[in-house]
């Protein structure tokens, strides 16, 4: 069974400071993806950015980039220059290639202070 | 327009009662599912469906069951209802090719059981 851990329950940063929240995964697959995704208080579940587990090279989406660490199966999350609008629960997500089963990490509460 | 749009908002009852929870999808996708997310804010797949499979997860009673009238929906009934039944329910939706890792979620359902 794949598991996804975020040993980061809570964090914080200051704004515009940078912020890296960690994501690990457990699988024997090799062709899988993986999320990170954002809710906000208003409860909508936000994809933030995704990452197919064949392609070597991080993605980026403007202010957030994964360090995608195969070998290590780990996937975490960088945010850069932190907006208040920040402030959310992210969930760090895997889903295998061949299957519609999406598995989601405990969250890591980001507060963004000004 | 709303993507994945799911009603009520809230619900509150009592146990013992029947509900239903409605999901709507105006996207066109082929696979629709629904997702419990726990008062630790962790998130467990319930179902996922399109019009040729219906996964179940192992680990849902069978009081809960969905019901899909047409690709565009994606109800949720449950019966006898629980103390523990109490979450918010998250209704989302995927393209079963070409697209089927990036889900689209409802803004979710918050179920109170007294």
């Known amino acids: 069974a794949q598991t996804v851990t975020q040993s980061q329950p809570e964090m914080s940063v200051q704004e515009a400071e940078t912020v890296t929240l960690s994501c690990t995964y457990d699988?024997?697959?090799?062709?899988?993806?993986l999320f990170w995704y954002k809710q906000p208080p208003s409860r909508q579940m936000i994809l933030v950015i995704r990452?197919?587990?064949?392609?070597?090279q991080n993605a980026t989406e403007n202010r957030f980039s994964v360090n995608f660490q195969k070998a290590a199966k780990s996937f975490s999350l960088k945010i850069s220059d932190s907006q208040l609008g920040d402030t959310a629960m992210y969930f760090c997500?895997?889903?295998?290639?061949?299957?519609?089963?999406?598995?989601f990490g405990a969250g890591t509460r980001l507060t963004v202070k000004p | 327009d709303t993507a994945v749009s799911q009603t009520p908002k809230y619900l509150v009852t009592q146990m013992g009662n029947d509900k239903s929870i409605k999901c709507e999808q105006n996207?066109?996708?082929?696979?629709m599912y629904w997702y419990k997310q726990d008062s630790k804010k962790f998130l467990k797949i319930m179902f996922s469906?399109?019009?040729?499979?219906?996964?179940i997860n192992e680990t849902v009673p069978n009081r809960f069951s969905p019901k899909s009238p047409d690709k565009a929906h994606l109800n949720l009934h449950i019966n006898s209802l629980e103390l523990g039944d109490s979450a918010v329910y998250f209704c989302?939706?995927?393209?079963?090719?070409?697209?089927?890792?990036?889900?689209?979620f409802g803004s979710g359902t918050q179920l109170s059981v007294l």
């Open positions: 469906y399109n019009n040729k499979e219906l996964i």
């Open positions: 997500a895997f889903m295998r290639g061949n299957n519609n089963d999406m598995r």
């Open positions: 990452q197919e587990a064949y392609k070597q």
């Open positions: 699988t024997s697959e090799n062709n899988y993806y």
């Open positions: 989302a939706s995927s393209q079963d090719s070409g697209g089927r890792e990036k889900l689209f």
């Open positions: 996207l066109g996708h082929d696979t």
